[in-house]
């Protein structure tokens, strides 16, 4: 690997010389994976290396504003639930066309990513664990490669109990089983695909990666603190905690006028929800009352005005500046996301969550685990029962001590900066 060295000035502010890496980052783009490899990046930024970020070009503004590297790289990943899903096909086509896009994402990159790689001088990979190109890629570049989990990995498993997991019909179970097993677990079409792609390029089948070229780490920001205890994990698996610096986000405008110092809950959906006037009525209603002021964000996804007119005349803001709401709110109402949800924590707050899908269920059943959050079901949601789960919440106290318990054991761990010493800490030894 080529090094070059370089008077750098890091957290402990002492200047020292050490070698300076160039790091490619591969994430989708969704805003609870983008977030944190930003941070992540920065912080290696921080103490001397380069990071670049192959992503589409729609990209291009939010990564440079980040300060950070970009290059262009079609077909990786997207979590933009596009304008064409109204498009598409119902039932098992609609199953087969999820397949068939994966496949084509993961083609794509591997097409078009080596050869930008090496233009930019690559020498080591940041994987999100989504991508499922990623290891065969550092695998041809014979570079070392990190795989960074943004939630729960997905080894892990995402099950939670019956009674926080939404209802689904047999054919949501069947599909969610099948795209599980191909895109978790490596199994079916997408891996018969990565399989061959891999042979013509001279590489062993996937199932050998692990032992024949492995990562040198691999990181979650999930807090062991809100993990259940398990009894054996991988050498080279670290948990570390949230990856959370407080900058290198897009400024957002908002009305901090229209606070007026009544208790403050913050609602966030993330973009699962799609906005849903009905679920956001349902928490307008709940939080109606004079003693309480609600701040519902959007997420980007749908126009405030849509929602006008809701009990309560809540604060409705299509982004909101979500760390600095966190510290006002004396509740977060979240779809357990770990974006938001890790955020939350490390402000030390309470929350409901109010799980759809993925990950969100298995959050949720942690955050009820520690006592630091109410779960209700979508399906069974009432503004009677969120308005009980909110005011039980704001009344008793063993909640914010639960959450600060949390926040001072998540805090304890310097997730952020534990994450980069690991990865210059393996990458070292690697030599």
């Not at 550092?138 to 099950?159: D, K, Q």
């Not at 050498?235 to 897009?250: A, E, I, K, Q």
């Not at 002021?293 to 309560?312: A, K, M, N, T, Y």
Request: charged share 25%; net charge positive.
């Amino acid at each position: 690997m080529k090094v070059r060295t370089i008077t750098v000035s890091v957290d402990h502010n002492l200047s020292q010389t050490k070698p300076m890496s160039h790091f490619g980052v591969l994430s989708i783009q969704g805003t609870g994976h983008l977030n944190p490899m930003i941070a992540l990046s920065r912080q290696l930024v921080a103490r001397g290396h380069r990071v670049t970020f192959f992503l589409p070009f729609e990209m291009k503004e939010r990564i440079l504003e980040a300060g950070l590297e970009f290059s262009e790289v079609r077909g990786l990943v997207k979590d933009n639930r596009s304008k064409s899903r109204q498009k598409r096909p119902l039932g098992l086509a609609d199953l087969r066309f999820r397949i068939s896009r994966i496949i084509g994402e993961m083609e794509s990159s591997l097409r078009e990513a080596p050869e930008a790689m090496i233009r930019a001088g690559v020498e080591a990979l940041i994987l999100d664990e989504i991508v499922l190109s990623g290891p065969t890629l550092a695998e041809i570049l014979r570079v070392p490669y990190y795989i960074i989990s943004t939630s729960i990995p997905h080894n892990f498993g995402w099950s939670a109990p019956r009674r926080i997991t939404p209802p689904q019909s047999w054919f949501s179970i069947v599909k969610k089983a099948f795209v599980e097993i191909s895109i978790f677990r490596m199994r079916g079409p997408v891996r018969w695909r990565l399989d061959r792609y891999r042979r013509r390029v001279g590489l062993g089948p996937v199932r050998e990666r692990s032992s024949v070229y492995p990562e040198l780490a691999h990181i979650t920001q999930l807090p062991q603190s809100l993990d259940f205890s398990r009894t054996k994990l991988p050498r080279n698996f670290y948990y570390t905690g949230p990856f959370v610096d407080g900058t290198g986000r897009s400024s957002v405008d908002f009305p901090w006028d229209r606070l007026d110092g009544r208790p403050l809950v913050y609602a966030s959906l993330g973009t699962t929800l799609k906005g849903e006037l009905s679920t956001y009525r349902l928490i307008a209603e709940a939080c109606s009352g004079p003693e309480i002021q609600l701040v519902i964000s959007l997420g980007g996804r749908r126009d405030p005005e849509v929602f006008q007119g809701l009990p309560g005349r809540p604060l409705v803001v299509r982004n909101a500046p979500q760390l600095e709401l966190l510290r006002l709110a004396h509740i977060v109402i979240t779809h357990a996301g770990p974006n938001t949800v890790f955020e939350t924590l490390l402000q030390g707050k309470p929350m409901i969550a109010l799980p759809k899908c993925f990950d969100q269920p298995a959050i949720a059943a942690r955050l009820e685990w520690l006592g630091v959050a109410e779960v209700l079901r979508l399906k069974d949601l009432t503004a009677l029962h969120l308005r009980n789960a909110v005011m039980r919440i704001l009344n008793d106290p063993k909640y914010r001590f639960a959450a600060q318990k949390l926040q001072k054991e998540i805090l304890s761990a310097h997730g952020l900066k534990r994450a980069t010493d690991i990865i210059e800490e393996t990458l070292k030894s690697r030599g």
